[in-house]
């Protein structure tokens, strides 16, 4: 009898429908079931973060195009026109032409701080140029039209073997590039009085009124126009011009400014120089939107040595001491303030890595001050106070009459 249970328990264990049987089939069909949960899960999962990668969800993202690095010479100057744009939602941009390179100043950035030295010290590589911001083209990015040498090749020295230009961003051709009415506190008045209030002279394009004050309608200038709207953008001199013996207008850091020359002889100067293509002397209307640019965007001295701020209007209308070369500069900005220095001689007569726009030396533009042969000067002078002589003021004297100095754009 115990034989006959022992069989019979033994066949409901191990038969087909039996205790074990549906115990093991339970078990794998709920293990079927938690890896089918699990593969739909990561399906799931694998949907979304498609999604949000750019893909349909059914379908992986493509991957984007790989950026090839600029193409550049054995210097490492650019081949042909290159144009960086950092943010594609946004029109701030710089083109570096052909034969230039960015450069990576003595700060290891491409931003010259104040106070510190803002001396070039090396040549972007070219893989690194689509890594320039936004920030760094806000700023000022410096370019250079030569390998980084010195007195005919040598790896140092006292006169650069290259020119230096500052990128001017123009993202919104009708609101940044314009000239400015600026008002300022002494001068000539649109009537040709001087007196206190004067400059409130109307400047528009299409003005009637004192249409003398507008610049050259020449080849040159609708060429300059049509490139400032196309590129975003312009270069200026990084500093006020020098003179290589030659009558060819330079921008090198450290140089004798060029100083008791006429109009005319800065325009011929400008265009002497053949290395740098479409160079020109600066038109009033690039200067005025370079300092459209700075005003709440570069970082100037203030009146407390020690002392920074932004730049504002009042500090290219009102009152240029605080950033400038003149006799009664303030702050940082007095050490030997009030007397002729080389070109980029002090770290704080700076905005956006351009140097002495306000004070040390006059700047010859191109602008008519006049109906006769008068043009206009800009940028103000050492030996005057920097709260008459402004970056801002027009002064105006005929083409001909030899004075201090021209900037090259």
Avoid at 38 to 51: A, G, P, R, V
Wanted: glycine fraction near 10%; charged fraction near 20%; charge should be negative.
């Amino acid at each position: 009898m115990l034989l006959i249970l022992a069989g019979v328990a033994l066949a409901t264990l191990t038969g087909q429908g039996n205790i074990i049987g549906n115990a093991e089939n339970a078990v794998g069909k709920y293990n079927n079931s938690v890896a089918d949960e699990q593969q739909f899960l990561n399906e799931i999962e694998k949907y979304f973060q498609n999604y949000l990668e750019g893909g349909n969800g059914d379908n992986p993202p493509t991957p984007p195009d790989p950026v090839e690095p600029p193409k550049v010479n054995e210097d490492g100057l650019a081949t042909e026109n290159t144009t960086i744009k950092p943010d594609p939602n946004s029109d701030i941009q710089i083109t570096i032409p052909a034969g230039f390179a960015p450069a990576i100043l003595a700060t290891g950035t491409t931003q010259s701080l104040l106070g510190k030295d803002g001396s070039v010290a090396s040549i972007m590589p070219a893989d690194e140029w689509n890594n320039i911001t936004t920030e760094d083209i806000n700023k000022g990015i410096v370019i250079v039209d030569n390998a980084i040498t010195y007195d005919n090749g040598q790896l140092s020295g006292t006169t650069p073997d290259f020119n230096e230009y500052v990128w001017v961003p123009i993202p919104n051709f009708e609101e940044n590039f314009k000239r400015t009415a600026w008002t300022t506190p002494y001068g000539y008045d649109a009537n040709g009085s001087w007196g206190s209030g004067g400059r409130t002279h109307l400047l528009a394009e299409t003005s009637t009124t004192n249409y003398w004050w507008e610049d050259k309608t020449t080849p040159e200038y609708t060429n300059m126009i049509d490139s400032v709207e196309h590129y975003k953008g312009f270069y200026i001199g990084r500093y006020e011009a020098s003179d290589n013996g030659s009558g060819i207008a330079q921008s090198k850091r450290n140089q004798t400014v060029r100083n008791y020359v006429s109009q005319t002889e800065a325009i011929d100067a400008s265009k002497n120089n053949t290395k740098t293509p479409n160079m020109h002397l600066i038109y009033g209307i690039e200067w005025d939107s370079t300092l459209n640019w700075l005003i709440g965007n570069a970082t100037i001295s203030s009146s407390t040595a020690g002392k920074t701020k932004t730049m504002t209007i009042d500090d290219i209308q009102t009152n240029c001491t605080t950033w400038g070369n003149y006799y009664n500069s303030t702050g940082d900005a007095e050490a030997n303030s009030g007397s002729k220095q080389n070109t980029g001689y002090s770290e704080y007569w700076k905005a956006n890595n351009i140097y002495d726009l306000a004070g040390n030396v006059f700047e010859w533009t191109q602008e008519k001050y006049s109906t006769g042969t008068d043009r206009a000067y800009r940028g103000g002078v050492y030996n005057a106070d920097g709260d008459v002589s402004l970056v801002a003021s027009r002064v105006g004297s005929g083409e001909s009459y030899t004075y201090d100095l021209i900037r090259v754009p």
